[in-house]
């Protein structure tokens, strides 16, 4: 799977991604429904505050070098939770949940197709009843990645390298670095392609430096959550990609209060109907 979340980029999450709104955001709605799954955990940043909390939540991520870092975390807090290395589309967890969160995940470096697969995993993982938590961030909320949709701004990527200005004490006794650049934008595929480098420097000497690339899914029309905080659900990706409505079949959407934060997408699977279809629409 290529996503940037190894080797440095691990570290870096560990080290300086440990806190957020999203933990007492979602976190609500895992004291309601438990187990929960962190679909994406990453090295912990939400799990485990989720488990000192005492909550039941059960990790998956897709990079073992995340994981790693999330099992360290999650010991030195005293609990072992299942973490599972799986990409969200070959996602198959040992029981099923009440609540499932994907936070900053959906859209890595995957597919349309494995996108949509996804869907039907995680719809699969959850418990009859049980709810679904899927953050999406849309392009039109960040001007200045809307306007790398452009034909002229195109015309100016890659970008080019930016010269290292950051350099943060890491808790191992190195220092770390950080830079990202934009590669390339595709409004038709609506993707954008990123580079992230890493730098790390032992007693002052810069020893590895690491550059990753990510192509990342812009959902533009991810959510149509109607006029009553919630009372309608429709992702729609287009024609080569991604269309469930929560609407529809097994799927209901909960009257929830809109997420605080850009757009979220929240779908819960219904009581089973025997005579009904019971797949995820693609
Ligand atoms: C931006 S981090 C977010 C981590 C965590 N959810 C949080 O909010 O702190 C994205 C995480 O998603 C994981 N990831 C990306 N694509 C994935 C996929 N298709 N399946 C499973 N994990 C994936 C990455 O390895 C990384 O740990």
């Not at 438990?34 to 991520?61: F, H, I, K, M, N």
């Not at 609407?247 to 909960?254: A, L, W």
Request: hydrophobic share 35%; net charge negative.
């Amino acid at each position: 799977m290529p996503t940037w979340h190894h080797g440095l980029v691990a570290d870096w999450w560990a080290f300086y991604n440990t806190d957020g709104p999203e933990i007492a955001y979602f976190g609500e709605y895992i004291a309601d429904g438990q187990p929960a799954l962190d679909a994406g955990c990453g090295t912990g940043r939400l799990l485990v505050p989720w488990l000192e909390a005492g909550y039941d939540v059960d990790g998956s991520d897709v990079s073992q070098d995340m994981l790693a870092h999330c099992r360290e975390r999650a010991r030195a807090a005293g609990s072992e939770p299942t973490l599972v290395a799986q990409p969200l589309h070959e996602l198959t967890m040992p029981r099923r949940y009440r609540t499932i969160v994907v936070c900053g995940v959906f859209g890595l470096g995957t597919t349309w197709e494995q996108d949509v697969q996804a869907i039907g995993r995680l719809f699969d993982a959850l418990e009859p009843g049980g709810m679904l938590l899927l953050d999406n961030e849309a392009p039109y909320s960040d001007s200045d990645q809307w306007l790398l949709w452009t034909a002229e701004a195109r015309a100016r990527l890659p970008e080019p390298v930016k010269p290292r200005l950051e350099r943060r004490a890491a808790p191992d006794g190195t220092e770390r670095g950080m830079r990202s650049r934009v590669l390339a934008s595709d409004p038709l595929d609506q993707t954008i392609t990123l580079e992230i480098v890493a730098d790390l420097w032992r007693d002052g000497e810069l020893v590895a430096t690491e550059a990753r690339p990510l192509t990342a899914a812009l959902v533009s029309r991810s959510a149509d959550q109607g006029h009553a905080g919630g009372s309608r659900l429709r992702a729609d990706r287009g024609p080569r990609g991604l269309r469930f409505r929560a609407t529809d079949g097994r799927h209901e959407v909960p009257h929830l209060p809109r997420p605080k934060a850009g757009h979220g997408l929240t779908v819960r699977r219904a009581a089973p109907r025997p005579t009904r279809a019971t797949r995820c629409r693609s």
